[in-house]
């Protein structure tokens, strides 16, 4: 199995992640845990896997000085058109994580890495790059896709047969990530080098709910709610997927 790239599928993934709710919470909730704890001075952002840079134009608009790294080059040029409608500049760089440590010289104080992992064909070596890659002082955003959530959903549709066989990796040309993470085997991967200082559930209801209710529900009730409940203890865990704020050992 290899790295998954989405040279091919950059529209789709528009559409599909952030075409509605479940889009708009997973950045409220990734943006709502940065804001409680980045400082107000400027920082060095690198965000890796970058997608269409909606994370990147958020804190370039808060001042920071970002680059965007990106493998698949439909979804950096949508981003760099989104930058641009902005009017915020920013460095892009066209490479996979395996090459960004041959190409940058310093350090970041912020490093993003979200919804990366659980597309890499082995999502533990990409940590030490992280850990390398960010400043001794500096802040590891991880958000990933939830082996557990995934586990909890395949009950709820009674799917019993594929919990059985363990068969948890999407169709290659789905958005269904190929490898999901279990939390407790990345906690101690991330031990020898990371201290997590806050973990939070994306989406820890929204994608449970019946699909009639989900219809009715309001978009600023559903932002309120799942902001709320991101960090219960009963209901982090079963966010689709989980961010991890983490501070280098």
Not at 126 to 155: C, M
Not at 166 to 179: D, H, K, V, W
Not at 191 to 200: F, G, I, L, N, P
Request: contains cysteine; aromatic residues 10%.
């Amino acid at each position: 199995m290899s790295d998954r790239h989405f040279d091919e599928l950059a529209t789709r993934f528009a559409e599909k992640i952030y075409g509605g709710a479940k889009g708009t919470i997973r950045l409220a909730v990734l943006q709502t845990d940065l804001a409680e704890v980045l400082p107000e001075r400027p920082l060095r952002v690198l965000d890796i896997g970058a997608g269409l840079g909606h994370m990147a134009l958020w804190l370039a608009e808060r001042g920071h000085q970002v680059t965007l790294a990106e493998p698949a080059e439909p979804m950096l040029a949508g981003a760099r058109e989104r930058f641009a409608a902005a009017g915020q500049q920013a460095t892009f760089i066209l490479a996979p994580w395996q090459e960004l440590l041959g190409q940058l010289t310093q350090p970041y104080d912020l490093v993003l890495c979200h919804a990366v992992l659980e597309w890499l064909a082995e999502p533990h070596a990409i940590l030490p790059v992280l850990h390398q890659l960010t400043t001794p002082g500096g802040w590891l955003s991880l958000a990933f896709y939830n082996k557990d959530a995934l586990i909890y959903r395949n009950l709820l549709k009674g799917h019993f047969r594929k919990l059985r066989k363990q068969q948890f990796a999407g169709e290659r040309q789905s958005l269904t990530p190929q490898r999901p993470l279990d939390p407790r085997e990345l906690a101690l991967q991330l031990a020898h080098d990371w201290q997590v200082e806050s973990t939070s559930g994306v989406r820890v209801f929204h994608d449970y709910m019946p699909a009639e209710f989900q219809a009715k529900a309001e978009l600023h009730d559903l932002l309120e709610m799942e902001l709320t409940y991101r960090r219960h203890p009963s209901f982090a865990g079963l966010g689709r997927y989980l961010h991890w704020i983490c501070r280098p050992l």
